[in-house]
């Protein structure tokens, strides 16, 4: 797994259960559209009702949901994983990658974009 270096984290109450390292809304759900936007990045896994903090601004990792290149763009896939921007319209541009992926369920450092 990659570091991370977290400049601002931010706490909600996570709405339903939200898996680490993955993309949360405002609501505190984790995001479930794909290129939905996001708040941040969930350090952790939660349940309905817990205090979840979220990487905000900085580095952090998440996972992944395929592959993806250093410098691609990353949105959100339908379960909040990472995945290369699309480019299909709609969009939300949620961070950089910093490192690859050779595909699914790899954990890397992205650059914030929010």
């Not at 993309?23 to 349940?47: I, N």
């Amino acid at each position: 797994m990659s570091q991370k270096i977290v400049v601002l984290a931010l706490t909600v109450t996570a709405s339903g259960a939200v898996a680490g390292h993955r993309f949360v809304g405002f609501d505190g759900v984790q995001v479930a559209a794909s290129g939905g936007d996001a708040m941040g990045v969930s350090g952790h896994d939660a349940v309905d009702g817990q205090d979840l903090a979220l990487d905000v601004i900085g580095t952090t990792v998440v996972e992944t949901a395929g592959a993806i290149a250093v410098g691609d763009e990353v949105v959100s896939d339908a379960s909040g994983m990472a995945i290369t921007n699309p480019g299909v319209g709609g969009e939300v541009v949620l961070a950089r990658a910093l490192d690859s992926a050779a595909g699914a369920g790899e954990f890397i450092e992205v650059l914030l974009a929010r």
